[in-house]
């Protein structure tokens, strides 16, 4: 691949693959530690993909699957039998248009690893579902569970999260109406 | 169809409309049609994820990313000896020039002729085939022995008793370098010939040649060498290793 249509490669993919990494890691500078290595891979062993229209897909696989192998490492989080894991019913959605970016983002970072990789690869690229179980290795079924599963959970957070706010806002109009009363 | 099934797979369902036409989706579609709760819980659901989707993307990058990603791209690029295809070449450059050493050394290594020895088959033949003549012939190998040692010729001191049991055609003597050399040669049993060639002492009897012989084989020839004294000897004959032994013992 020539560095120029590598840097067009870049153009088009950094920005939803930090994203994408954001949604996975703890902090930003992991983030784009992750995108540039997934960058720096596509260099080294871009070569070897003979479909280039699957650019794309290689390297959100190959970004999910670096972040996974650094987090085997680290054993940073204590396994979540998913099965298991409470699925919120909420009857209300939020408001997200009233939120801001960091809040969502933060909200979506909040919920188990495996939520966070199916519904960040939903959202950012539209990726389908049948992408994104190709690209997790992992069934059909499973995608869709969860990201059944992950909104309600994301729901429930961003809820609570204008809840919060909210909370924030009430006193400081009372303190308001108590100065000028 | 339950609506509990209808909202599992319609939250699979990508808010940019582009999954409309995939068949998994069309019952649940259908059943949201027909269910106005339904179709309220999926309105807000796409609503949600659309809006979702926006807050994403708004994402702020850090602002050096790119150029970071750009720049440790280059120094990562593989240089061109470390591509698969270079690898691969390089790889059977390195195997097809082994065996192309091994060969010329296995050639190199291999037990040559000395040049005496050659000029020596070289007479052998001349006289096989009739372009040159026998200096003298008999049938008994004493004679030519007499007949020799009386020309001043070189003599083997003791020649194999294989050959002595053989009948003799005759013997012939000439010079290799300023160097005596005579042949005898004998009728085998199966009506080929076998040689007995002797060199006067000299240089090169004593450089490349032992006291225990040195089978070659240098095109249809065996050749036995070694050296008795200070004259080297040679027994060839046209045939295998195996026939050239049997003269030896």
Partial sequence: MSAVDFQQLVDRQYAPLFRFGLSLAKSEAEAADLTQQTFFLWVSKGDQLRDRTKAKSWLFTTLYREFLNKRRHEVRFPHVELENASEYDVGVSPNVNALDSATVVEALRELEEPFRAVLTLFYLEQFSYQEIAEMLEIPIGTVMSRLSRGKAQLRQRLLSQEETAARKIIPMEKEKRTENG | ?249
């Fill in chain 2, 1 to 249: 169809m339950d609506n509990h099934e209808a909202k599992f797979i319609l939250s699979a369902y990508r808010p940019g409309g582009q999954d409309a036409g995939d068949p998994r989706f069309s019952d649940a579609l259908e059943q949201a049609r027909r269910d106005p709760m339904l179709e309220q819980w999926f309105r807000e659901s796409v609503a949600f994820d659309a809006a979702v989707a926006e807050k994403l993307s708004a994402t702020a990058v850090p602002a050096d990313l790119r150029e970071n990603i750009l720049a440790g791209g280059k120094v990562s690029r593989p240089s061109r000896w470390t591509k698969p295809f270079v690898r691969w070449a390089i790889a059977a450059a390195f195997v097809l020039v082994a065996i192309v050493g091994s060969l010329v050394l296995r050639e190199a290594a291999r037990p040559r002729l000395a040049a005496w020895q050659t000029n020596a088959l070289g007479v052998i033949s001349s006289v096989i085939n009739g372009k040159s003549k026998f200096d003298f012939q008999a049938h008994s190998a004493t004679e030519l022995v007499s007949w020799l040692a009386a020309n001043h010729a070189p003599v083997a001191q003791e020649i194999p008793q294989r050959l002595v049991g053989l009948q003799s055609l005759g013997c012939k003597t000439f010079s290799w370098n300023g160097t005596p050399v005579s042949v005898i040669c004998f009728m085998r049993e199966d009506g080929g010939l076998v040689h007995l060639v002797a060199m006067s002492p000299s240089r090169q009897t004593r450089a490349g040649t032992t006291h225990d012989p040195q089978i070659v084989t240098q095109g249809a020839w065996a050749t036995a060498t070694w050296q008795a004294g200070d004259a080297a000897y040679m027994v060839a004959l046209e045939g295998s290793r195996e026939q050239l032994r049997s003269y030896l013992l």
